[in-house]
């Protein structure tokens, strides 16, 4: 069974830090994309980041550029996203993904796998 947990969401003031975790299970981490989409209230959702597991190219949407990172650690098969500069417009249910390698990682119709799903929450 494949699962990806999510943790380290929370409150934090604007231009505040959080660090998202994503822990796949179940799956072999180098056949996989693994990256964060993340939906507001009344919103679509959109994607944030991924970061291939076979060659750590990675996606950063034009928003989050020059203020989220994203990393993994493939020996944990654990994906990071850190995000700094937090702003209130980056409020969301924050949701981890799984795309096939040979998947578009940013697209939501390519996605394998879905984590539960993590509150980031940002006050002025």
């Known amino acids: 069974e494949v699962q990806l947990v999510e943790s380290g969401g929370g409150l934090v003031q604007a231009g505040g830090s959080l660090r998202l975790s994503c822990a796949a299970s179940?799956?072999?981490?180098?056949?996989?994309?693994i990256g964060w989409f993340r939906q507001a209230p009344g919103k679509e959702r959109e994607a944030v980041s991924c970061?291939?597991?076979?060659?750590?190219?990675?996606f950063l949407a034009d928003s989050v550029k020059g203020r989220f990172t994203i990393s993994s650690d493939n020996a944990k098969n654990t994906v990071y996203l850190q995000m700094n500069s937090l702003k209130p417009e980056d409020t969301a249910v924050y949701y981890c993904?799984?795309?096939?390698?040979?998947?578009?990682?940013?697209?939501?119709?390519?996605?394998?796998?879905w984590g539960q799903g993590s509150q980031v929450t940002v006050s002025s």
């Open positions: 970061i291939s597991g076979f060659d750590g190219s990675t």
């Open positions: 993904a799984a795309v096939g390698v040979q998947g578009v990682c940013y697209s939501e119709y390519d996605v394998h796998y």
């Open positions: 179940g799956l072999i981490f180098d056949d996989y994309a």
